[in-house]
C-alpha cells in the first residue's frame, strides 16, 4: 500500500483542485434552466476519464440527462467491477443560509464545501482517482473497470432502468461498487447493507366551483383545506403506525440478532435531540426504538400541504381546492406500485362527503438489501481494515438510491455500498461538505478493494 498512499498524498492538493473544478458546475437534475450545465457536467466527467486511461469513454444521451461509460477490460482471468455514481446534485434553495456560494467550492477546517461535495460528485470522484493512481503506478488495473455514471439520481433515475436493461452486456460485471453513502461516525466506516425504497403520490382535493367569502357562505358550505386535513389525519393512527389497510402486509420483521446488532451500535437520544432543537422524539411507530423507525420501517410522510390563502394579512375564504405531496419509504420485500395502489385506494374510500378527489401516483424505487457474508462485501470490511485501522459497522440506510436494486437483479451481480460520507455532512441542505480526510483515505479504500478482489 505504501506506494499507493504516497502517491496519493503527493497528489493531494491537485486532486482537490480538479474536484473543486467538478464542483463548480452546477448540475441540478431538476431544473431545466440547468440543462447546459448537465451537459457540461458529462463531458467534464468523460475527459476526466479519457485523461486517466480510460477506454470507450461515452456520453451516452438518453430521454432525460446522459449516462456516461467508460471501461478497462485488460485482466482476461480478474473479476469485473462496476463503478456507479451520479453527477447531478440537488438544489441549492435555501440559498441564504449558505456561508459561501454552493457553487463556489471553499475549504474550511479541513473540509471542502459545495453543492455535490459529499452527494455525489465528492465521492463519486474518488474512483476516478483510485483508477488514476492504480493506472499511474503500474501501467494496468489489477481487475477490470467499468464506469456507469448517471445524471438523474436525484430525481428518481427515470430513465436508467431502460438503460440498464438495454445495456446488459455493456454492463456486465461481477460486482457494483457504489460510494453514494455514509460511515458511521468520523474514523468509524460503515457498509450499507439496505437501503429503503420510494413511492410517491399527490392528492387535490375539490369542493365548490369556486372561492367562497366565508361570512356569506361559512357555516354552510364545506371548507376544502378542512377536509383535506381530515383526510390526511386517516394516514395514521394514534400510535403513529401506518393506518392504510395492507401497508406493512409484506414487511419482514428484524431478527432478533439484526435487532441486537442495531441496539449495539447505540444511540444517543439526548444528543439527537439537542442537534435538532426537539424535546421529544415523536415520530413514526411508538413501538420501534428510533434507530430500527429511521432505517428498517416503511413511513409514509406527507412532503407537502398547500391550499387556500397564504399572502399578507387576512382573508376571509373559504377555500375550493386543497393538495398535498406523500411519499412513502418502503423496505425490503415490499413493492412500491402496490403500496402506492393501497394508499391511493386509502385517499378514494376516506374522502368526506362533498368533495371530488384525484390522486395521482408518481415515481417509485425499490428497497434494496443484501446479505453482509458475500465474499464481495468482506473484501471491501478487509479494504476499510486496511485504511481506517478498523472494520466497518453494517447498518441499513433509511435513505434511497433508487437504482441499486434494478444492478442487483438485471446485471445479477452483488452491490457493495461503499460510503465516504459523514452523517452530518449537510448532503441536500446548505452547507454541503465532504471531509478531506476521507478524500484521500477513500481513494486509498477503493485502491486497496480493487487490489484485494
Ligand atoms: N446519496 C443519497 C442517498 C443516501 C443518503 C444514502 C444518505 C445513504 C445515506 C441519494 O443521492 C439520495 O438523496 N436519494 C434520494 C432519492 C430520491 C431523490 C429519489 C432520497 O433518498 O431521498
Ligand atoms: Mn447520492
Ligand atoms: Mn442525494
Known amino acids: 500500500m505504501s506506494k499507493v498512499s504516497e502517491f496519493v498524498s503527493k497528489h493531494h492538493q491537485q486532486n482537490v483542485e480538479e474536484l473543486k473544478e467538478l464542483l463548480r ?16 457536467t458529462a463531458s467534464w466527467i468523460a475527459d476526466k476519464l479519457k485523461n486517466i486511461g480510460m477506454e470507450h469513454v461515452e456520453v451516452i444521451e438518453t430521454k432525460g440527462h446522459p449516462v456516461i461509460y467508460a471501461d478497462w477490460l485488460h485482466q482476461e482471468k ?27 467550492p471553499d475549504i474550511r477546517d479541513e473540509k471542502i464545501f459545495a453543492r455535490g461535495a459529499t452527494d455525489d460528485k465528492g465521492q463519486t470522484f474518488l474512483h476516478i482517482k483510485a483508477v488514476e493512481t492504480l493506472l499511474a503506478l503500474n501501467g494496468k488495473l489489477p481487475v477490470n473497470v467499468k ?13 436508467l432502468p431502460q438503460f440498464i436493461s438495454e445495456n446488459k452486456e455493456k454492463l456486465a460485471c461481477d460486482v457494483v461498487v457504489i460510494s453514494d453513502s455514509d460511515m458511521w461516525d468520523k474514523g468509524v466506516p460503515a457498509i450499507t447493507y439496505s437501503l429503503r ?10 369542493t365548490a366551483n369556486t372561492d367562497l367569502h366565508s361570512g356569506m357562505f361559512g357555516g354552510g358550505v364545506q371548507n376544502a383545506n378542512q377536509l383535506l386535513v381530515q383526510l390526511l389525519s ?27 446488532q442495531i441496539k ?7 444528543k439527537l435531540k439537542q442537534s435538532l432543537g426537539l424535546t421529544e422524539l415523536t415520530g413514526g411507530e411508538n413501538n420501534y426504538p428510533y434507530p430500527e423507525k429511521i432505517s ?12 387556500g390563502f397564504q399572502g399578507e394579512g387576512t382573508k376571509t375564504v373559504i377555500p375550493n381546492e386543497a393538495h398535498a405531496k406523500i411519499t412513502c419509504r418502503l423496505v425490503h420485500n415490499q413493492q412500491p406500485e402496490k403500496i402506492q395502489e393501497s394508499v391511493k385506494k386509502h385517499l378514494e374510500e376516506h374522502a368526506p362527503k362533498g368533495c371530488t378527489i384525484e390522486v395521482t401516483l408518481q415515481d417509485t424505487g425499490n428497497p434494496f438489501l443484501t446479505p453482509i457474508d458475500s465474499p464481495m462485501i468482506q473484501k471491501a470490511a478487509e479494504a476499510y481494515q486496511n485504511v481506517y485501522g478498523q472494520s466497518p459497522v453494517y ?47 477513500g481513494i486509498l479504500t477503493i485502491c486497496s478493494f480493487l487490489e484485494l478482489i
Open 296 to 307: 428498517s420501517r416503511p413511513t409514509l410522510e406527507i412532503n407537502g400541504l398547500w391550499g
Open 25 to 40: 458546475i452546477p448540475s441540478i437534475s431538476s431544473l431545466s434552466e440547468h440543462k447546459e450545465d448537465i451537459q457540461k
Open 264 to 270: 449495539a451500535l447505540g444511540f444517543d437520544e439526548e
Open 234 to 260: 386517516t394516514l395514521h393512527d394514534a400510535n403513529g403506525k401506518v393506518n392504510v389497510a395492507h401497508f406493512y402486509d409484506d414487511v419482514v420483521e428484524l431478527t432478533a440478532f439484526e435487532k441486537e
Open 197 to 206: 425504497g420510494l413511492c410517491a403520490l399527490e392528492v387535490s382535493l375539490k
Open 78 to 104: 480478474a473479476p469485473t467491477v462496476l463503478v456507479y455514481g451520479h453527477y447531478d446534485v440537488q438544489p441549492v434553495d435555501p440559498l441564504h443560509l449558505w456561508e459561501t456560494p454552493p457553487f463556489e
Open 395 to 441: 447498518k441499513r440506510e433509511g435513505g434511497s438510491i433508487p437504482i441499486v436494486s434494478d444492478f442487483n437483479q438485471a446485471l445479477n451481480a452483488p452491490v457493495v455500498l461503499m460510503g465516504f460520507g459523514l452523517p452530518d455532512e449537510n448532503l441536500h441542505a446548505p452547507n454541503e461538505h465532504f471531509n478531506l480526510e476521507n478524500f484521500d483515505k
Open 147 to 159: 464506469f456507469c455514471i448517471e445524471g438523474e439520481e436525484e430525481i428518481g433515475s427515470p430513465n
